[in-house]
């Protein structure tokens, strides 16, 4: 696999005027199905794949192609960019910061190897890549109040350092052979229909299900525990306009994404206006306060408002109110 294949006459850039065809890899976790969904209704239905290594529930085949794919597996990652005629690749697969931790070898390979993996394949097929980052790929040396852009980064936990690797090696592509690497630093993403799947910031979406059915959330963090988060459709619209943005917009190519930031004790106290007998208790573990202690409460995302007109439409107010209704629509 030789990364000169970028300067060879075989291969140029996709014009403006090129269908967009879309892979997703990990599509099946949190953000993939959403975003599949958002990119089908601009770029057309069968445009946009989903993969992922695990079988997807009847709703998912129905509403668009869906294939295997294993991130490890190189060879048939290149076949499937090749026979679809793929010009953006949207790298979802990655363990999560929690479940990193627990499983750090499996952490490695997928989020170090699997990422090594995408970025010869996009380097060698002209695509566009977009790699989320995270507020995880910052530290306790970085700026908390709030996290620039550019500043030290060390984070503790193998998630944030695959993530910070990714960061690293994406620019460094760029840089040197002109990769159309893109990549945006996602808060906690608050989502109805599709689970977080083993984060720190997971707790503020499972506090709104306990809610409406026990009216009893025991919390794993501490009651001030400030973090960034965002509404998952302000993280879809996000990613898609960031994609969508001409490259000449672009000053950095890693850029931090902000919508809000709260506390468990001050998302509660927005749910008590709707649902005022919600008890929240607190019983912090050692893993995720440790990891949450480390990452940033507050983004700074100036540079992507300048560079590419980002703006959040959801606070925490919003947030809470269309969370209830859409557990309670989902219910019914
Ligand atoms: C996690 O908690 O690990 C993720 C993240 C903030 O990247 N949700």
């Avoid at 030789?2 to 099946?28: C, F, H, K």
């Avoid at 630093?185 to 299900?209: E, K, L, W």
């Avoid at 306990?210 to 302000?234: F, K, N, Q, V």
Wanted: proline share 7%.
């Amino acid at each position: 696999r030789e990364m000169s294949r970028w300067n060879s006459q075989d291969a140029s850039p996709p014009s403006p005027q090129e269908n967009v065809r879309v892979l997703i890899t990990g599509g099946l976790g949190q953000l993939g199905v959403g975003l599949a969904q958002m990119l089908r209704k601009q770029y057309g239905r069968d445009n946009v794949i989903l993969s992922d290594i695990k079988k997807p529930p009847p709703h998912v085949y129905a509403n668009g192609p869906f294939v295997y794919a294993d991130v490890l597996d190189y060879k048939h990652l290149r076949e499937l960019i090749v026979n679809n005629r793929v010009t953006w690749l949207v790298h979802y697969s990655a363990l999560l910061s929690a479940v990193g931790e627990a499983n750090v070898a499996l952490a490695r390979k997928i989020n170090i190897t699997g990422l090594h993996n995408v970025l010869d394949l996009a380097l060698e097929n002209c695509l566009r890549l977009f790699v989320p980052s995270t507020i995880g790929a910052f530290g306790p040396s970085s700026p908390r109040d709030p996290a620039p852009d550019l500043c030290v980064q060390r984070p503790r936990t193998i998630y944030g350092v695959s993530k910070v690797h990714g960061e690293l090696m994406g620019e460094y592509l760029h840089h040197k052979y002109g990769l159309d690497f893109r990549c945006l630093r996602y808060p906690g993403v608050i989502s109805v229909n599709t689970p977080p799947g083993g984060g720190t910031t997971d707790y503020a979406v499972q506090i709104f299900h306990d809610a409406l059915s026990t009216g009893h959330h025991e919390c794993y963090l501490r009651p001030d525990t400030r973090l960034p988060m965002m509404h998952i459709s302000d993280c879809h619209r996000a990613t898609v306009e960031f994609m969508q943005a001409p490259e000449c917009q672009l000053s950095l190519r890693t850029y931090n994404i902000a919508a809000m930031s709260f506390t468990p004790e001050e998302v509660a106290q927005e749910i008590r206006k709707h649902l005022p007998h919600l008890k929240v208790t607190y019983n912090p573990d050692t893993v995720r306060q440790t990891i949450a202690d480390s990452w940033p409460v507050r983004f700074d995302d100036t540079n992507a408002r300048r560079d590419w007109g980002w703006a959040p439409a959801f606070g925490l107010e919003e947030l809470v109110s269309d969370m209830l209704r859409s557990i309670r629509d989902k219910r019914t």
